[in-house]
Structures are given as C-alpha cells and as structure tokens.
C-alpha cells in the first residue's frame, strides 16, 4: 500500500500544474451519446453537440479535460428512466471498447490516471448492463439472505465483471432505510427498513467492490427511504426529527463510512431537520457540516443527476458551483457540458468559488483515480460469476405464508404471470422442468408471478402460489395458500425459486421489511 504522505504529494503535485480549466474538468462526471468513443452517427453527433458543443465522446472528454463520463443504460421498469437521456451500453464487449476509447481520450497533468468511469450498476430494478453479465439479486435480496458473508462474495464477483469491462465506479449500493411507508422509488433498491442490518449489507457491498477493483458509491445521502416522493421530478422533504434522522437515515451511511467507502453521493433531498427548505445537493450545513464534521467523512462527494428537477431550477453554471461550495466535489449528468464548466471556471477567477475550495475537489478525485490505477481483468470472465452469487439469490427465497416443508404445491404445476414477465416465467419454467417438475399449459396448481410497478390488478385470484419478485408488499393482497418472495427476477432468482418449488430447498430468508397482516418468515 502506497504511504498516504506520498499519496498526498504526488496528488499536490498533478494539482499544482493543473489551469482552471483543467480544475474544473476534474470535476465533472457528464454523460454522452454514442455507443463508441470516437465513432458516432449524425443523430449522436447532434445530441452530443447540443450537450458539450463536440461530436464525439471522446473530443467531450479531451475539450473540458473531464474526470469522468458517466455511462446509462435502461430497461422499461426503471424508476430512474425520467433522467435518462442516453442509452450507450449494450454488451461487454462494447462497453469495453466504449470506455477503452474514453480512457485513450484523456489529456493534460492527470492522464496518466485512469478516468472515473461509472455507471449505476445496483442490480435489480436499477440496472445499466445487463447482457452478458452475472446479474445479482436486488438489495433487497440480499437483506432477505441476511448473510454479509455472501453479500461480499457477490459483490466481489460484480466488481470483477464491472472492472472487467473498464467500468470502475459503481454508483451502488443504496444505503437508503426503508421507512414503514416503503419508498416507491428506492423499494428493493434497499437492504431494509432494519438500520444494522442494511449498514451490515452496505459495508459488506463496499468491500466486495473495492475486491474486485470497483469504487462502490453510497447513496442517496441523508437518505431517501422515508419519503414517497420521487427526487427524479420532484423536492422530497423528509420530515423526520433529527432523533430519527440519526438511529436509521444516517446508521447504514454510517458503516459504509467505516467500511472505507470511497464515494457518497448527496440526495436531492430537503431535510427539514438539518436545512429546512434546501436540497441537500446544495446544503453546507448537511454535506460539510453533517457529513464531513460530524460523520467525519473524507471521501468524494458526487451530486446526484443534475438534469434530475431539483437541481433544473438553478442554470447549469450555478447549479455545479453551488454543488462545490456546498461541499460536493464531483458534479454528475450536468444538462448542458460547456456551461457547467463556463460556469466553474468564471466563480475561480471572480472568486466566488474559492481556488481552494476547486483544489480540495480536484484532489479527492486525483485520489481516488490513484487507488483505481490498475489493469483490468480479462473480458472472458464477465457472465462467468453464477457459482460466487447463486447462494445469495436462493439464501434470499421468502416464504410469508405457507407451511414450511419442502414442496409446498404438489402435482403438475403452471407458471402464470403479470403483464411483462414473460422473461422470468421463461426462465421459472425451464428451471421447474429441469427440476423434474410437470408444468402444464391447462390445469395444474397455478404459480404466478409479479413484480416491479404491479397492483392487485395483476395478481392471479386462481394462483396456489403467488411470488413477488420484487418489494413483498403486494403478497399481502393476495388470497394464494402460498406466499413467496425473491425480491428479483433475475435468472438465478428463478432457478433458486424452482429448487423451492420442486421440493429440493427451504424457503430460508426473512422478509427484510413489514408486510401488513403477514409473517416476516413461516420458515423461521
């Protein structure tokens, strides 16, 4: 391990060459269009001209001397679509090449360092690469399998494959507390509503990351589990007391911390007991104050989304030098590239934005570049990784109501499901079958299916077993003998539900949040 004095000299001495533009470059982590750094068509060319002013990737990178790109990627049932402007990763290989580019792109006194590279890989419903790779359970699973040990193992796998494909920051895990009203939006992005548990989860996540060559990110900071609101269109208020704020919001961020966690990204949040009235993105009282003074964090600080509604009101100038000077030092999804860094650059010279304040940013960044400094695994071991994270997806399978033995359903089965969920009955049939289970297109005792955005409407009144393959809320709606969780409906989710139903394994797991009327587990 490098001495930290050397460290710290090393990162003084790229600083000390650097010129405002270069500064305030550092500092931004924007998206673009274009599946390939360099190579792009004329309507990419045209989004990212409206962006930054460039064509390509790759020119936005060298022309604002960026610390990082910001790679999405999304699916249907994304609650995070409503910021999502571009969809640049596909598969590996692509992605490979994509961030090769990026890398290959960089200029001036830090590239020599590796570009922050992120994406917001959390598994589950938020998902940026899911072709190819060894798709984890949601958070929420992992609360469920109520085992850190497995929880690094996984995580450890899933920082290999992101590393793998030249991705090395994870905006993950979500150390978000779910509250009794369960968040819509975080759901089973969240460990729990249990605040030990879920800082057991965060810091095991932290650690497997950073194992497998990964920088984790924790978010939304002061948390966003007791609201219902959306941050993505709307200011959530959190209205807890300071008491409150404390004993759940703040325990999971707290053993992240502790866990080494190098990253932690503000909430668009306003907490009316810190700083009643403003955004935590843009709150010196709860990201210096609270998070640097009293949590004693030293880490980077990102935005959330800045193209997320809560920081439109403010230009794209104002908003990332209001983010600075409240004590973020890494502005992420800035809506227009070249006036975010106009921006920075004219408070440096007016001084509004103190040089050191600019400084201070910029060397947490270089930093944290020096840590990631290391050559990426093999592309041939991403997707290989199911032995290190099936474990978990079947430790996670809930049983809230039912007798617990093995195979609780007998004869031929038939697999039903909610609109849109064709892919997990797919793969729940074939691993049933495998299994050695009879599955009949008529007849039969009915398992069915639900998951992410369903309502009682898309329960199945006929079903012997219904299964939530995401937030077990909706089981306490429905009338089945049996009830199940997953939590996910990721392939391993649905091969270690067909184990359960076949009669091979117990349900083991524990319902990481309250279901009204239902038991946490009949298997205790």
């Not at 068509?41 to 022309?63: E, F, H, I, W, Y």
């Not at 850190?148 to 979500?174: H, I, K």
């Not at 440096?348 to 270089?366: D, M, P, Y």
């Not at 099936?390 to 038939?414: D, N, Q």
Request: charged letters at 15%; hydrophobic letters at 45%; proline letters at 5%.
């Amino acid at each position: 391990m490098q001495d930290p004095s050397d460290l710290s000299a090393k990162v003084a001495g790229i600083v000390k060459q650097m010129s405002d533009e270069e500064l305030a470059g550092q500092v931004l982590m924007p998206y673009a269009y274009g599946r390939s750094a360099t190579d792009v068509s004329p309507g990419t060319a045209s989004g990212n001209r409206a962006l930054a002013g460039v064509d390509t990737p790759a020119q936005m990178v060298q022309k604002f001397h960026l610390g990082g790109v910001i790679l999405v990627g999304f699916g249907g049932s994304d609650p995070t679509a409503a910021n999502q402007p571009v969809n640049n990763v596909e598969n590996p290989a692509q992605v490979r090449a994509l961030t090769t580019g990026l890398q290959n792109a960089a200029t001036g006194p830090a590239a020599d360092l590796p570009l922050l590279i992120g994406t917001d890989q959390e598994y589950g419903v938020v998902t940026r690469l899911t072709a190819g790779v060894t798709m984890l359970p949601s958070a929420m699973a992992f609360g469920a399998a109520g085992n850190p040990g497995l929880t690094e193992t996984a995580w450890r796998a899933a920082g290999a494959e992101l590393s793998a494909v030249g991705v090395n920051v994870d905006f993950a895990p979500v150390a978000d507390v779910l509250g009794p009203a369960g968040s819509a939006v975080i759901g089973s992005r969240s460990f729990g509503s249990d605040p030990r548990a879920a800082g057991e989860q965060v810091a095991a996540a932290v650690r497997g990351l950073r194992a497998g060559g990964v920088a984790a990110t924790l978010k939304h900071f002061p948390g966003h589990g007791h609201t219902t609101a959306d941050s993505h269109t709307d200011l959530p208020v959190l209205k807890q007391t300071r008491q409150l704020l404390d004993s759940d919001d703040l325990a999971s961020f707290k053993a992240g911390i502790r866990a080494g966690v190098p990253l932690i990204m503000s909430g668009h949040l306003d907490v009316q007991a810190v700083d009643p009235g403003v955004a935590a993105t843009f709150s010196r009282k709860v990201l210096t104050d609270l998070l640097r003074g009293e949590l004693k964090y030293d880490g980077v600080v990102v935005t959330d989304g800045m193209n997320m509604a809560p920081a439109m009101k403010y230009t794209p100038g104002d908003a990332a030098v209001k983010a600075l000077l409240a004590g973020n030092d890494l502005i992420l999804m800035t809506p227009n590239v070249a006036a975010a860094h106009k921006g920075i650059v004219d408070a440096i010279r007016a001084g509004t934005l103190s040089r050191a304040r600019i400084v201070e940013a910029a060397s947490r960044i270089l930093k944290l570049k020096l840590s990631l400094d290391r050559e990426a695994p093999a592309l041939s071991i991403v997707g290989t990784h199911g032995p290190q994270v099936a474990p978990v997806a079947a430790a996670a399978i809930t049983m809230l109501r039912g007798e617990c033995k093995l195979l609780p359903v007998s004869g031929p089965l038939r697999v039903t499901a909610a609109k849109g969920r064709d892919k997990a009955k797919a793969r729940l049939t074939g691993a049933l079958k495998q299994a050695g289970v009879t599955v009949v297109e008529t007849g039969g005792s009915v398992v069915h299916l639900v998951g992410y955005g369903d309502a009682k409407a898309d329960l199945n009144t006929e079903a012997a077993v219904t299964v939530a393959m995401d937030t077990p809320y909706l089981l306490g709606q429905s009338n089945a003998k049996v009830l199940l969780a997953t939590y996910s409906s990721s392939d391993l989710s649905m091969d270690a539900l067909a184990q359960v139903l076949a009669g091979k394994s117990k349900a083991t797991g524990r319902a990481p949040v309250e279901v009204v009327g239902l038991s946490r587990t009949t298997c205790a």
